[in-house]
């Protein structure tokens, strides 16, 4: 029959319409309801047509009676509740008085007979079928008189649709759903019982994997991390899934399984596998993880520890054994001063300086950041132009120098004489004194409250030393 898509203005709302011949079927469901499924000897079952919609409305009952016939309307019945004595497949729908507008027809209830105390049961000789193989199902019946069997399969848990996969008291089945059987007394065609659903799952080649987001050869107690599972050739298909797992009683249905904060407690093995509608995977392969329970610290080297005039110096921060950090670096001028940051979260491991100071790195990684213990100090010196400075000679020949304190950047080179008469330097004045004398930094931490020292140049003798011309 041709259906065609249409709207219906109502007195309350608009809805969606089917055609069905003449008559057009509203976008609402009925929903069916019974007091009891099975009719006591001599007695009743009592079904109820809910509908909710505010429309004066008339109730049509369509029932099943036997195997495999059609439905029929049941004569004479258009009321909200229906008694009935009779077995049989019911479903129900409603119509909007005085016009052609139909309720949608109501899910199935099955009403069975006594059947003088027989009971189906269903019995699996398993509940999973092997990828390749097959379950054996048995409709059980006690004390049953002559019996004619149907078996049902629903094919999907999202969707209500079910079909007919045998008729005997024994069947084998491939294919994975949730299936019944029922009993239908040969002499009057009339259904007696129906076994409890039992659900079938079909086992499917589709290998499995555990895997580490991040892919990290060594985990430590404190981080964040996320464990994925992963169905080659799942796509399409909404899988839940089971996971195995130490130290928990409660593992995710997700693809994901996220520990915040792990610890030594959740080394173990992990597996998982999926399930979609009555698809079900086999394990995966045990995934190992070790959480170690000490926190890295980074380290820090220097190529040189000191800058040379006009150029610069290469750090490099690592975290032994383990990947995935990204770096931040710091510095301050000495021992005593504040630290600044001068780089955040960068991914390389290297950074180029041309100041001198004391210097330290830390590493993190993760979502939330997880951060190492701070690198040790690495100390790097600056090489400053020569100092060109005037050496003057009183009469007691005494020469004094600036003091150079700790905690002072530059590395000086030469000591030289500024002037130059054109017969070369006068008696006494030294140019270019040594090459190889070197006014270096005082290396020793002076407390608060104690006097300066200064940096005096034993080596420069200025009886003895020669004067060069420049």
Same mark, same amino acid.
């Given at each position: ?170 069947? @084998? ?97 992990? @597996? ?15 995934? @190992? ?41 710091? @510095? ?139």
């Amino acid at each position: 029959m041709e259906e065609v898509e249409n709207r219906a203005n109502t007195s309350n709302s608009v809805l969606s319409t089917v055609n069905h011949g003449n008559c057009v079927e509203l976008g609402v469901e009925a929903t069916l309801t019974a007091d009891r499924l099975t009719i006591p000897a001599g007695g009743s079952v009592t079904l109820t047509c809910h509908v909710k919609y505010s429309a004066d409305l008339k109730y049509e009952w369509l029932r099943e009676p036997s195997e495999n016939s059609e439905k029929t309307t049941v004569a004479g019945e258009s009321n909200r509740v229906l008694v009935t004595s009779e077995a049989g497949v019911y479903t129900c729908r409603g119509r909007i008085k005085g016009t052609n507008l139909l309720i949608k027809e109501s899910d199935s209830v099955i009403i069975s007979e006594t059947g003088h105390g027989e009971n189906i049961t269903l019995i699996a000789d398993r509940t999973t079928i092997p990828a390749g193989g097959s379950v054996t199902l048995t409709c059980d019946v006690k004390h049953s008189a002559d019996l004619k069997y149907e078996w049902v399969r629903q094919t999907s848990s999202a969707v209500k649709s079910t079909e007919a996969v045998g008729s005997d008291k024994v069947i @084998r089945i491939s294919k994975g759903g949730k299936y019944q059987c029922r009993g239908w007394r040969t002499d009057i065609t009339s259904l007696i019982a129906q076994s409890d659903p039992v659900i079938i799952q079909e086992i499917v080649s589709n290998r499995v994997n555990v895997t580490l987001q991040h892919s990290w050869s060594q985990i430590f107690t404190g981080e964040t991390i996320t464990l994925r599972c992963e169905i080659q050739g799942g796509e399409g298909k909404v899988w839940k899934y089971e996971w195995t797992a130490p130290n928990t009683n409660s593992p995710p249905t997700s693809s994901e399984y996220r520990i915040s904060r792990v610890s030594v407690s959740h080394s173990g093995d992990y @597996r998982c596998r999926g399930s979609s509608d009555y698809l079900l995977t086999g394990w995966s392969d045990a995934f @190992r993880l070790t959480v170690s329970s000490s926190k890295p610290r980074a380290t820090l080297t220097a190529h040189s520890s000191i800058i040379p005039a006009g150029g610069s110096v290469t750090l490099s921060c690592s975290v032994e054994g383990s990947a995935g950090w990204k770096f931040d670096w710091f @510095r301050r001028d000495s021992q005593f001063s504040g630290a600044q940051k001068i780089g955040a979260g960068t991914s390389e491991q290297t950074i180029s300086i041309s100041e001198g100071g004391i210097y330290y790195c830390r590493g993190g990684r993760g979502d939330p950041v997880f951060s190492t213990e701070d690198s040790s100090d690495v100390t790097v010196k600056e090489t400053c132009p020569a100092n060109e400075q005037t050496l003057n000679q009183d009469e007691d020949q005494q020469q004094e120098y600036s003091s150079l304190f700790d905690g002072d950047r530059c590395v000086y080179e030469t000591v030289r004489r500024c002037e130059n008469t054109e017969n070369g330097p006068a008696e006494g004045d030294y140019a270019n004194v040594t090459s190889v004398i070197q006014l270096k930094v005082i290396n020793k931490t002076r407390q608060r409250g104690d006097p300066e020292e200064s940096s005096d140049y034993n080596d420069v003798n200025p009886n003895s030393a020669t004067a060069l011309r420049s």
